[in-house]
């Protein structure tokens, strides 16, 4: 037995900022039916092209946590600070020292 507190506006929290590692938005339908009985993310995605960069692929990660929450499936947490987009070139610059050793 394991006994553990769980902070759930965290959880939620990373559900919606951890485009890549949140993988409830990438499950298949037919895996859990009731919850998911309208398609989620699209199947075979790379069987005929090479995966994409980042950016499409968060943009199709957004589209399927947007789906969540209208399907109220996912609700918003008051704390939720939900990444729009890759930051822009000069942020990026400002932002990457934290990344460097």
């Not at 559900?15 to 990438?26: E, H």
């Not at 499950?27 to 009985?37: S, V």
């Not at 109220?72 to 400002?94: F, G, I, L, M, N």
Request: aromatic content about 10%; overall charge negative; some cysteine.
């Amino acid at each position: 037995m394991v006994v553990a507190i769980i902070d759930i506006e965290a959880l939620e929290n990373c559900c919606f900022i951890n485009l890549n590692l949140n993988s409830t938005k990438c499950l298949r339908t037919e895996l859990i039916y009731h919850m998911y009985r309208q398609p989620l993310h699209p199947g075979n995605l790379w069987l005929e092209q090479a995966p994409l960069t980042h950016q499409p692929a968060d943009n199709i990660y957004r589209t399927n946590i947007q789906l969540l929450l209208e399907r109220e499936t996912y609700t918003v947490s008051a704390d939720v600070h939900y990444p729009d987009a890759v930051p822009a070139s000069e942020q990026w610059e400002e932002i990457k020292h934290f990344w460097e050793s």
